[in-house]
C-alpha cells in the first residue's frame, strides 16, 4: 500500500492507496468514500472489497475530517479527485457509502468526466433519514439549532446545527436530472437495511431510469445497513460492472 497524504480545505486528507495488481498499466482509480462517523477501514470491509477490485484498478480510500457538513465532505473529495489528477491521470471511478455515497453522488453530479458511480447503501431523502436514524427528539433538537452530541461506541461526535440545512442546498430529483447520461451508475443497498430503508435506494432507482441514466440495481435480501453478510458478494458485483466499464472494456 502506498500513503500519502492530500492538502484537503479543512486540513490534510489522509489517503491510502492499494496497488493495481493485474496485467498492463494501471486502467483506472476507483475512490471509495466512507459513511457518517465511519472511516475508510469501515469495520475491515472497505479492506476486503479494495482487495477485490485491484485486478482492475488502484483503489484509493481516505478519511474525510471529522463529522461535519455534506458540503466540506464534497470539498474534501473534490480536493482528492485534484490531487489524483495531478498523481496520475486517467479514468476514475466513485464509490460512496450511505452519507459518504451522498457526497459521491452530490460532487460527481458536476463532474462529467468521472467514469462511473456507486452507491452504496446510500439514502435519497437526507433529512428523512437523519430524522429516522437519530429519533424525533435529537433530530427536533438539532433542527432548533442546538448541538447534539453523542458518545458511545462509536466514538465522540458533536453534530453542528448547520448540519440540517445544508442538505437542503441539494435537490435529488433535480440533480438526478442534471446528471450525464453518459455516466454507469451501480446502486447496492440490503433488503433490511436499519439506517437507510431500501425505499430510499428504490427511490434513486427510479430517478435514475426516469432521466435516462444507464443504472444498474442490486438488492440483495435481508441484509443490514453494513452489509455483514454480502460484502465479499457486493465487492465481485463491483468488480464484474467495474470490468465492464473500464476503459480498456470498451
Not at 17 to 30: D, H, N, S, W
Not at 76 to 101: C, D, I, K, N
Request: hydrophobic content about 40%; glycine content about 8%; proline content about 6%.
Amino acid at each position: 500500500m502506498e500513503d500519502f497524504v492530500c492538502a484537503g480545505p479543512y486540513g490534510p486528507l489522509e489517503c491510502i492507496i492499494e496497488p493495481y495488481r493485474g496485467p498492463g498499466p494501471c486502467p483506472a482509480t476507483f475512490i471509495m468514500c466512507h459513511g457518517f462517523r465511519g472511516s475508510r477501514e469501515s469495520g475491515g470491509r472497505a479492506v476486503l472489497v479494495a482487495r477485490q477490485l485491484t485486478r482492475y484498478c488502484q483503489v484509493l480510500r481516505f478519511n474525510f475530517t471529522a463529522t461535519d457538513l455534506l458540503s466540506k465532505w464534497k470539498e474534501e473529495l473534490e480536493a482528492v479527485l485534484l490531487a489524483l489528477e495531478e498523481r496520475q491521470p486517467g479514468a476514475v471511478f466513485v464509490m460512496g457509502r450511505s452519507l459518504g455515497g451522498a457526497c459521491a453522488f452530490v460532487t460527481t453530479a458536476v463532474r462529467p468526466e468521472v467514469a462511473g458511480l456507486i452507491l452504496w447503501a446510500t439514502p435519497f431523502d437526507l433529512r428523512g433519514t437523519f430524522r429516522f436514524v437519530m429519533g424525533e427528539e435529537d433530530y427536533a433538537r438539532l433542527d432548533a439549532g442546538e448541538t447534539v452530541h453523542y458518545d458511545d461506541e462509536r466514538g465522540v461526535c458533536d453534530v453542528d446545527p448547520a448540519f440540517l440545512p445544508d442538505f437542503d442546498r441539494y435537490d435529488w430529483p433535480s440533480l438526478w436530472q442534471s446528471r450525464s447520461r453518459k455516466m454507469p451508475v451501480l446502486i447496492l443497498h440490503c433488503q433490511d437495511d436499519e439506517t437507510v430503508l431500501s425505499s430510499q435506494a428504490w427511490q434513486n432507482f427510479a430517478h435514475a431510469r426516469a432521466n435516462g441514466v444507464p443504472c444498474t440495481f442490486s438488492l440483495f435480501p435481508k441484509g443490514d445497513h453494513s452489509f455483514t453478510e454480502y460484502s465479499e458478494t457486493a465487492g465481485r458485483l463491483i468488480a464484474a460492472w467495474l470490468r465492464a466499464h473500464l476503459p480498456a472494456a470498451k
